[in-house]
């Protein structure tokens, strides 16, 4: 079931495509063929998921954008949704966010160099936020200083999703005191890209190095931190639909080997205690589920309590994630600690995602803060 409750036709039917698509071009069999290969996922692949798309949501129509309905985050919420199930790999989520933001504050010029390309899945920009632990600085990791006619940036970024794969980094930075973001090319002098291991196989990291890097003044979008927090909100929220997407399929797969695996003569998911505890499995994915729902629609319509409903939905997510995880695992026993079952692949992208984008703790931190409860506290 859609972690979306009342789809339009419209919705409906570009879910059920998307569905389709990844079921026809890389289903969760296929994705372990790219586990070894450094580039992690195929360039065609790519543009083939753009033409559906899948880049295009959060992007201005005048840009090159579009999206179904008059909920763009809601229809990249349905995507995301089934990269969850699937183990997908790809930059939807950084990218989507990037773009959306590139389409609101990116110079005129460039944003018509960029974003046809980029919304075409023929380049990739990533977004590049997090400090030297993972964690939310409002840009404090990178100086942004002028230069004669632009601008130089120092400093480091971590997790930084397909930046190896990617033409373009959007680098949180700050400016003269100001949070901004900037369009970075990665292939420009001072950029130094160090890939990372992962614990999602289906993914790729990176830590970026910025030493001096010239860009042109056009280069730097001037948003503010609440545009840097508008994004926050935005990643968090498809990176809670993926989990979501991730929980009911490892669910799914669980209730199936309950009733199939037998022990003693009956079905194991036939024994008291296994009822209750996946009854209780059951309730935690619906209530995720809601959670979920109510984020896309908070923050997709950019409502007043968008920040606190981000914040508890990301935080009730994330956490439900890695529980269920660790009890389908144990439920399966023996076999779901093998290499050929699926189910450790959907464990890893449950509990990367529970660190992406702020963990559990650091988000309801943030709900207190907002209440004047207490002190920020690193992601």
């Known amino acids: 079931m859609s972690i979306q409750l009342d789809l339009t036709d419209d919705q409906g039917l570009y879910r059920e495509t998307a569905a389709r698509f990844i079921d026809a071009e890389l289903p969760r069999s296929r994705t372990r063929e790219w586990h070894e290969r450094p580039d992690g996922f195929d ?5 083939k998921s753009a033409e559906l798309g899948w880049f295009s949501m959060l992007v201005a129509e005048e840009d090159g954008g579009g999206s179904v309905s008059d909920n763009p985050l809601a229809d990249a919420a349905l995507v995301a949704e089934l990269l969850g199930s699937h183990v997908q790999p790809g930059p939807f989520v950084p990218m ?4 959306g933001s590139c389409s609101r504050h990116l110079a005129a010029e460039r944003r018509s160099a960029l974003l046809p390309a980029a919304v075409a899945g023929e380049q990739v920009v990533t977004w590049a ?5 993972g964690g939310w600085d409002l840009g404090a990791g990178v100086t942004v200083e002028p230069s004669g006619a632009g601008h ?3 400093g480091s970024r971590c997790n930084v999703a397909d930046a190896a794969q990617a033409a373009w980094l959007l680098v949180t930075a700050t400016l003269e005191g100001e949070p901004v973001q900037v369009l970075v090319p990665t292939d420009a002098p001072g950029v ?3 890939p990372l291991a992962a614990l999602d196989l289906a993914r790729r990291f990176a830590s970026v190095r910025l030493d001096a890097v010239e860009v042109p003044a056009d280069a730097v979008l001037r948003g503010g931190s609440d545009e840097l927090w508008r994004l926050l909100r935005q990643a968090a929220v498809l990176n809670a639909a993926e989990t979501v997407g991730a929980m009911d399929e490892l669910f799914t797969m669980t209730v199936e080997y309950a009733k199939s695996r037998t022990a003693f003569g009956r079905p194991i998911g036939s024994f008291q205690a296994l009822k209750h505890l996946m009854a209780d499995l059951a309730l935690s994915v619906e209530v995720a589920k809601a959670a979920a729902s109510a984020t896309i629609d908070a923050v997709g319509l950019d409502r007043e309590d968008a920040p606190e409903v981000a914040a508890m939905a990301a935080a009730a997510v994330g956490e439900a994630g890695n529980e269920l995880a660790q009890h389908c695992l144990q439920i399966h026993g023996g076999i779901g600690y093998t290499w050929e079952h699926d189910l450790h692949l959907l464990m890893r992208r449950i509990q990367s995602n529970a660190a992406l984008y702020g963990t559990p703790s650091w988000h309801r931190e943030q709900l207190c803060r907002l209440h004047h409860l207490g002190e920020e506290v690193t992601a």
């Open 43 to 47: 360039a065609g692949w790519l543009a």
């Open 192 to 194: 130094t890209v160090e």
């Open 129 to 133: 936020w997090a400090d030297d632990h």
């Open 152 to 154: 130089l940036l120092s």
């Open 96 to 99: 989507n966010v990037a773009l």
